[in-house]
């Protein structure tokens, strides 16, 4: 199993920047690859951006040039660099791990409130 622990949403203003953490602990030699999504009231879930094991990376069209994804494998954690942002990235982010076995598993999920 693998436990998720994300970090660093709050409040900001358009144009701002957040800086999100997902730190991993459990089985984390079995994860293929980290994600992290985001609902919007309303809304389904959606991928924002994904990191491999091998460190590949792909994002959703709406997030590309403004979000980053990456990793320090030292600390086990995930980040989401987040810029520019806009008030349609307001949602709750959620870390997701794809476990080489296709299972996955969730954190709790923080809240990205972008608003003047």
């Known amino acids: 199993q693998v436990q998720l622990v994300e970090s660093g949403g709050g409040l900001v203003q358009p144009g701002g920047s957040l800086r999100l953490s997902c730190a991993a602990s459990g089985s984390i030699f079995d994860i293929y690859a980290t994600g992290w999504y985001r609902q919007a009231p309303g809304k389904q879930r959606e991928l924002v951006a994904r990191?491999?094991?091998?460190?590949?990376?792909n994002y959703a069209e709406s997030v590309k040039g403004r979000f980053t994804i990456s990793r320090d494998n030292a600390k086990n954690t995930v980040y989401l660099q987040m810029d520019s942002l806009k008030p349609e990235d307001t949602a709750v982010y959620y870390c997701?791990?794809?476990?080489?076995?296709?299972?996955?598993?969730w954190g709790q999920g923080t809240q990205v409130t972008v608003s003047s």
């Open positions: 997701n791990a794809l476990m080489r076995t296709g299972n996955g598993y």
């Open positions: 990191i491999s094991r091998g460190g590949s990376t």
